[in-house]
């Protein structure tokens, strides 16, 4: 089992940017991928971004691409997710998650809000 703690959310102005951060802990070495989804009032969840530890792989939709970076502290066991340019549509609940691949996560952090005011 792999237990992940979220910050960094909050409320920030449109074009603003704010970071995220996962730590991991427990069994990290029965993972090899992070990610973040989010998920907003009454839509389905949404994936984010997801990073591979051993090679610094990133994957991002193009809803986000190019506004935000994950990189990864693998020292820290902890992942980061900067979010810049952010928008009214970026607001939701973003949860951080860890998987043996990059479509299968279970493990899931409690999540972190993110409101965008315009």
């Known amino acids: 089992q792999v237990q992940l703690v979220e910050s960094g959310g909050g409320l920030v102005q449109s074009g603003g940017s704010l970071r995220l951060s996962c730590a991991a802990s427990g069994r990290t070495s029965s993972t090899d991928y992070m990610g973040w989804f989010r998920q907003a009032p009454g839509k389905e969840r949404e994936f984010v971004a997801s990073?591979?530890?051993?090679?610094?792989?990133?994957s991002y939709p193009i809803s986000v691409k190019g506004r935000f970076t994950l990189s990864r502290d693998n020292a820290q066991n902890t992942v980061y997710l900067q979010m810049n340019s952010l928008k009214p549509e970026d607001t939701a609940i973003y949860y951080c998650?860890?998987?043996?691949?990059?479509?299968?996560?279970?493990?899931w952090g409690q999540g972190t809000q993110v409101t965008v005011s315009s």
């Open positions: 990073i591979r530890w051993s090679t610094g792989t990133t």
């Open positions: 998650a860890a998987g043996a691949t990059r479509f299968s996560y279970g493990n």
